[in-house]
């Protein structure tokens, strides 16, 4: 099954185009034809190599991998993460069309807690605790880690308005945040957030531990409770931490953490934007969810993104991607995809277990424009790497300096502009010095949104969800299992014996001991 990929590519014969850049944005109606909109969202990918042709061969490659069906599976329920047997479907969590299909028990319980989570939202956005207006909310540490916390500060960087609570995250297992926080804050005025799936993670459980130490020393055990909240899916282990029931918020198992956003995981970003903005957020991304099922595929955001960076991937051989959103507000946006694309198709091993002979998911990284462009941009013109970029634009600000926005938009459509065209696009300004000269060639898309409202956030963020589940549908990978983030931490727990005693333990089999011994040396 590892050949039937690049057999495809062979069979539809695509290879990249001679015409250069330049050439295709002179062509007419290029940008009708590699444009599509849907809903508050517009994807332009008219600056890439592919032509009519191309774009056409790679549609017919996606109805012959069975990506309709794939799509059929997915929303069905079906186990589509095959290694872990069980289905994928956050979408549950946004859609109650879909969620009606996992049957009315499963149905009620995600509904209930939705409501709950909306409640406590609420409760901590008026500054006290869920039923009890007399215990003041004004911070929340919310622990976790990955999804557990790149989507919910997303979300309140991009779509926070209140200026209370203030929410602060703990998620590396480093202490040196933790420390400071703690010394920083009042027990009384803070409520403490610990998401978790398994609520198992070492990194979260640790800083867990040492919060509600710090809280209990100062309020009591059973005060220290009642500002404890736990959203995951282990109700056992959630007891045996000692957090209580009526303050624990569920999370399906079929939920992983990359697609946690949905969810109660972000109940401090519900509490910061308001319920209402968190349901149109949910609105959103059931919007995107309609449009991936029904709109043609030639016509179909998320299937032209994927089939666009499978071009660069496997055709281009391009081994990275980078996006840059033009918004300060949606700074974390990189970070946030980073755990997206290459959790879910950092993969080798095709659905048959056999090792797959082409390349999955590229390096993804980013940072906000315009400050990139004093940065990263230089090697993106001029380096010996071609790196796609996706530029993330915001049409209309909720500010009222239009001066600024004009010229963040202007270096956003100029970056793509010189990206492709180099500084022959200068035309008789173009230069003869071999160091100033940029030979274009550079491909990038660009997305944008009407406004950043939730609605919008939700369709962005959705459209990105189903790009990755094309994606490894084509490359015929599981897009939802991540067990290359567990070989780590086992190691670790194995290393760190080491290194709160004398006893090397099973570090000599690492090939660790002069590493530890001069470790030691500095105690």
């Not at 946004?94 to 807690?113: C, F, H, I, N, Y």
């Not at 703690?182 to 957030?193: E, F, M, Q, R, Y």
């Not at 099922?293 to 071009?311: F, S, Y």
């Not at 996706?390 to 926005?405: C, L, M, Q, T, W």
Request: aromatic share 8%; proline share 4%.
């Amino acid at each position: 099954m590892s050949q039937d990929f690049l057999e495809l590519l062979r069979k539809y014969n695509i290879k990249p185009v001679k015409n250069s850049l330049a050439e295709h944005l002179r062509e007419p109606d290029r940008f009708e034809s590699f444009s599509a909109k849907t809903g508050d969202l517009l994807l332009d990918f008219s600056r890439t190599g592919m032509d009519q042709q191309v774009l056409k061969q790679l549609l017919a490659m996606a109805e012959d991998r069975g990506l309709k069906h794939a799509r059929n599976r997915l929303f069905a329920g079906e186990n589509v993460n095959f290694t872990e047997n069980r289905p994928a479907m956050h979408m549950a969590m946004r859609s109650d069309d879909v969620l009606a299909g996992l049957g009315t028990k499963t149905a009620t319980l995600v509904s209930d807690t939705r409501q709950r989570m909306l409640e406590f939202a609420s409760a901590f956005a008026a500054g006290h605790l869920p039923g009890q207006p007399g215990q003041a909310v004004r911070h929340i540490i919310h622990i976790g880690i990955g999804g557990s916390v790149l989507g919910p500060r997303l979300l309140i960087e991009a779509l926070g308005e209140g200026d209370s609570p203030q929410v602060h995250f703990l998620s590396s297992v480093d202490a040196h945040l933790r420390t400071s926080l703690l010394a920083s804050l009042d027990p009384a005025g803070t409520a403490v957030i610990v998401a978790t799936k398994s609520f198992t993670t070492g990194e979260t459980l640790l800083h867990a531990r040492r919060v509600m130490d710090w809280m209990e020393q100062a309020l009591g055990r059973e005060v220290a409770q009642q500002r404890l909240f736990a959203v995951s899916g282990n109700q056992e282990a959630v007891d045996a931490f000692g957090a209580l029931r009526e303050n624990t918020l569920y999370l399906p198992d079929w939920v992983g953490g990359r697609y946690s956003i949905w969810s109660a995981v972000s109940l401090a970003s519900a509490a910061v934007m308001g319920a209402d903005g968190f349901s149109e957020l949910l609105r959103g991304a059931a919007e995107m969810d309609r449009h991936f099922q029904t709109a043609p595929l030639a016509e179909n955001l998320p299937v032209l993104m994927a089939l666009t960076d499978i071009w660069h991937r496997n055709v281009c051989k391009y081994p990275a991607q980078v996006v840059i959103p033009y918004d300060y507000r949606l700074r974390s946006l990189p970070a946030y995809l980073q755990q997206l694309v290459m959790e879910s198709n950092g993969k080798s091993v095709d659905s048959q277990g056999r090792r797959i002979e082409y390349s999955t998911s590229p390096v993804l990284f980013g940072e906000p424009g315009t400050d990139a462009q004093h940065s990263l941009f230089q090697m993106f013109h001029q380096g010996t790497d071609i790196v796609p970029l996706s530029f993330i634009g915001v049409i209309r600000p909720d500010h009222g300096d239009k001066e600024a926005h004009a010229a963040l938009l202007a270096n956003m459509l100029a970056q793509a502009t010189a990206l492709a065209t180099g500084t022959a696009g200068l035309g008789d300004q173009e230069t003869t010095d071999v160091h100033r000269q940029m030979q274009g060639q550079r491909p990038s898309v660009i997305v944008l949104l009407d406004s950043l409202t939730p609605f919008a956030l939700g369709q962005l963020l959705a459209l990105y969800e189903h790009k990755v589940f094309v994606e490894g549908v084509i490359w015929d990978i599981n897009s939802y299992d991540q067990f290359g983030v567990e070989l780590g931490k086992v190691v670790a727990k194995a290393i760190q014996p080491a290194l709160e005693s004398d006893s090397t333990g099973v570090a000599e089999n690492f090939g660790l001991d002069g590493i530890l011994d001069y470790i030691r040396s500095k105690d």
